[in-house]
């Protein structure tokens, strides 16, 4: 483990996980795709656990229409980079992370980024992209995480090479762009999904648990229902 300081910041984990898991969190290189609803959280949630390599990548700013779900918004926030504004907000929550910042397209940057990735969070908002990043991670042997959100329902699944769960799930939806934008997003689906999609990571991390392989989780917080569907 690291000095006195490092220990303190991280003590809430340890039984929850053991201090050798903790170095685990710790070497691992997590890639963000989307710094919105979903990545915003998931990106807070890895800080705060100790992951000290995060890649981001997120073409657009800040708008008002963000301010009721983006964890990293704010008046101040407003017509700015997302991914600027959230390194700044790391220096802050964790400044042991090294956090690489793209401003655009994850297809733009593929061949110029840091690579090297332990796991890949989906956190997009549209079927098209979805289908063209399980692509790569099929192409670079990488595992998948992916969540989406609309109104009061969330979904999450783990995508490992060789498997093709989110091509079947994007295959049902039928529709490039994603629900969210008829359906709206009430802020705390987004916290939600990417908790689990988080706690997903971090199993993949730590080769622990059980994942949502071959799975699609399912919540619905109006009526409290939740359901898995195993293909």
């Not at 984990?13 to 959280?41: P, S």
């Not at 790569?136 to 995480?145: D, E, I, S, T």
């Amino acid at each position: 483990m690291p000095g006195t300081r490092l220990l303190l910041r991280y003590i809430r984990n340890i039984e929850a996980i053991t201090e050798e898991e903790q170095e685990r969190i710790f070497k691992a290189h997590v890639a963000v795709v989307g710094c919105g609803g979903l990545g915003g959280y998931v990106i807070s949630h890895l800080a705060r656990l100790g992951v000290r390599r995060i890649t981001a990548f997120d073409p657009d700013v800040f708008a008002e229409h963000n301010l009721n779900r983006q964890l990293f918004s704010g008046l101040s926030s407003l017509g700015r980079s997302k991914v600027e504004v959230i390194e700044e907000a790391l220096r802050d929550i964790n400044p042991e992370v090294e956090f690489y910042g793209f401003k655009g397209r994850f297809q733009d940057f593929w061949t110029d980024d840091r690579g090297d990735y332990t796991v890949v969070i989906d956190a997009l908002d549209n079927l098209k992209d979805r289908r063209e990043l399980a692509g790569w991670c099929r192409a670079k042997k990488l595992p998948l995480v992916y969540g989406m959100v609309a109104g009061w329902y969330g979904q999450v699944g783990t995508q490992f090479p060789g498997e093709n769960t989110l091509d079947k799930i994007c295959h049902l939806a039928g529709k490039e762009k994603g629900v969210e934008e008829k359906e709206g997003v009430l802020s705390f689906v987004p916290a939600i999904i990417a908790s689990i999609q988080v706690a997903e990571a971090v199993k993949i991390i730590l080769g622990r648990g059980e994942l949502l392989r071959n799975k699609f989780f399912l919540i619905d917080l109006l009526d409290m229902e939740t359901e898995i569907l195993a293909w």
